[in-house]
């Protein structure tokens, strides 16, 4: 198994796990969802799995959304992550979002970037 079918896989069982627990959230949440959810429960399990990758990718395609607007990066932009320092203490927009809360938004983004960059350059040289 090479790395980059490793990388699809890992990404593939962290979509399953953001639509799993979608799935939970709404299930507990919304009593008219819960007979169906748990209706589902019963089905095939390839089938739900899908269904939750689905719904993981794009929950991971909105939270991309959600922190380039926290940010101000223009969307597809992927923006210079090389050093914490390039980030502005304030947002240039200025969200209504709790400095604290931007702080560690702004180092949890510097951090999956760099994992991402050593990700990529792991993949070029195999």
């Known amino acids: 198994m090479n790395s980059e079918n490793i990388v699809q896989f890992v990404q593939k069982g962290f979509h399953v796990t953001l639509g799993a627990t979608s799935f939970l959230v ?3 949440q919304d ?3 819960r007979d169906e959810n748990v209706a589902k429960l019963g089905g095939d399990f390839t089938v ?3 269904e939750w990758a689905a719904e993981g990718a794009q ?3 909105e939270a991309r959304q959600f922190v380039e607007t926290v940010l101000g990066q223009p969307s597809g932009s992927p923006g210079n992550f090389s050093n914490p ?8 927009s200025s969200p209504n979002v709790a400095n604290p ?3 560690d938004l702004r180092d949890l983004t510097y ?5 991402r960059t050593e990700l990529e350059k792991s993949n070029s040289q195999d």
């Open 111 to 115: 951090q999956l970037a760099a994992i």
């Open 101 to 103: 809360l931007y702080q």
């Open 26 to 28: 709404e299930t507990i």
């Open 31 to 33: 009593s008219q969802k």
């Open 59 to 61: 929950k991971e395609l």
């Open 85 to 92: 320092s390039n980030f502005s203490s304030t947002p240039s």
């Open 48 to 50: 739900l799995s899908e």
